[in-house]
């Protein structure tokens, strides 16, 4: 008995030094946001460099007007391209097309949205304005100050190899901790030096795993099927970032926009819609809010779902839930119409199970072994299988 005792006890105490090397688990964890991926819109994907503060109060508008904000996505943030210059006291002011951050901020806030913002640990962001090296300390007390919630903090023009990066990032940790205002932390470096094993350790809430993701079939596929593997690095208040969504941008047909949201919400991928919330189609509104879709995101067991079978360019990926169902999805990358299987011994249940078909909301009824359905080139159907 004894000897148990000391065992556990050797045990408790190597997992609590663990622990205290990975200080960081305990800095992404304080930082209570983002317990389930985090929802919003980010302006990037369609306004690009030309946003204006105006264009930001019409996303607010439009996420409470058309109900994307019942369905929680609550996160207005504002990507590159809103800095003006530093005065002379080292403090970072918007430039013209931001001209009242403050006022933005609470007309944000009365709609009950947050709002985000953007920086880099460079000297200059991507589009070539002003980054936070050597400001950030003060850069985090005037994002405090405007009210800010959410920070996405992107690498671009920053130098230097591991473990510069790691505390370039865990400075601005820092620095916003130091506000006591609760700010999301978005690292933004694309997947280099495997941020996944350390991005917690320096209060990452998110990481980017890959580079930017484009409104194009290919290019959202490479992104969305490569986070195979990456899921024991996700959880709540931690996840892995594989870039904001392009549902309704476009260039994608309504089965590649519903193989994205599909696979994202698979991944419990952070949702932020990255169109023009004020000019969607009634399609892509449905695509974007399907409650039962997102319910598969934003499930509070926090486990990002991987693949379980693959031929050719048939894929079934499965995401355990907290009920003890699984959401699967039966993918077809290839180019026409295909039967796709879900067998349950991959699903991990047994022999017989309830099926539900989360896009047609409809149920399907008992299954025995597997499930098999036609699936539309480039198209998923999404279920979920409650034994
Ligand atoms: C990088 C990021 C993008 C976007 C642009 C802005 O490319 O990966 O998501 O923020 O910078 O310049």
Not at 17 to 41: D, E, K
Not at 306 to 335: C, I, M, T, Y
Request: charged share 20%.
């Amino acid at each position: 008995m004894i000897h148990r005792l000391v065992s556990i006890g050797v045990r408790a105490s190597i997992i609590l030094v663990g622990l205290g090397l990975f200080g960081g688990f305990a800095f992404a964890q304080r930082n209570g946001p983002a317990r389930t991926p985090p929802m919003g819109w980010n302006s990037w994907n369609h306004f690009a460099c030309k946003v204006t503060e105006a264009d930001v109060r019409a996303a607010a508008d439009a996420i409470v007007s058309s109900g994307v904000r019942s369905a929680g996505y609550i996160y207005a943030n504002i990507d590159d391209c809103w800095q003006g210059k530093r005065d002379g006291q080292g403090v970072i002011h918007p430039n013209e097309k931001f001209p009242d951050m403050k006022g933005l901020s609470d007309y944000v806030h009365a709609k009950g949205l947050k709002l985000g913002i953007y920086s880099s640990p460079g000297p200059k962001t991507c589009a070539g304005y002003e980054g936070s090296l050597g400001h950030e300390e003060l850069d985090a007390q005037t994002y405090a100050r405007w009210g800010i919630d959410y920070l996405k903090y992107d690498y671009c023009s920053f130098q230097g190899d591991v473990p510069a990066p790691m505390a370039a990032y865990k400075k601005m940790h820092e620095a916003l901790e130091k506000t006591g205002r609760p700010i999301v932390f978005s690292l933004c470096q694309y997947g280099m030096d495997r941020v996944w094993g350390w991005g917690p350790s320096v209060g990452g809430n998110l990481w980017r795993t890959t580079g930017d993701i484009s409104d194009n079939y290919d290019r959202m596929a490479y992104i969305g099927f490569g986070q195979n593997g990456l899921e024991r690095f996700a959880g709540p208040g931690h996840w892995n970032d594989p870039d904001m969504l392009e549902v309704g941008n476009g260039k994608m047909n309504k089965d590649e926009d519903l193989t994205h949201m599909s696979l994202w919400c698979l991944l419990a991928a952070p949702l932020l819609a990255g169109n023009d919330l004020s000019k969607m189609t009634p399609e892509t509104l449905a695509i974007l809010t399907n409650p039962e879709a997102i319910a598969v995101d934003q499930d509070p067991l926090g486990v990002q779902g991987h693949r379980v079978a693959q031929e050719g360019q048939l894929e079934v990926w499965v995401k355990p839930l907290a009920d003890g169902s699984k959401a699967v999805g039966l993918f077809n990358r290839g180019e026409s119409v295909m039967p796709v299987t879900a067998y349950f011994r991959d699903v991990g249940v047994g022999d017989e199970a309830l099926i539900r078909d989360l896009w047609e909301k409809r149920d399907l009824g008992v299954h025995h072994s597997s499930f098999t359905a036609q699936v539309p080139s480039h198209g998923v159907v999404m279920i979920k299988v409650k034994p």
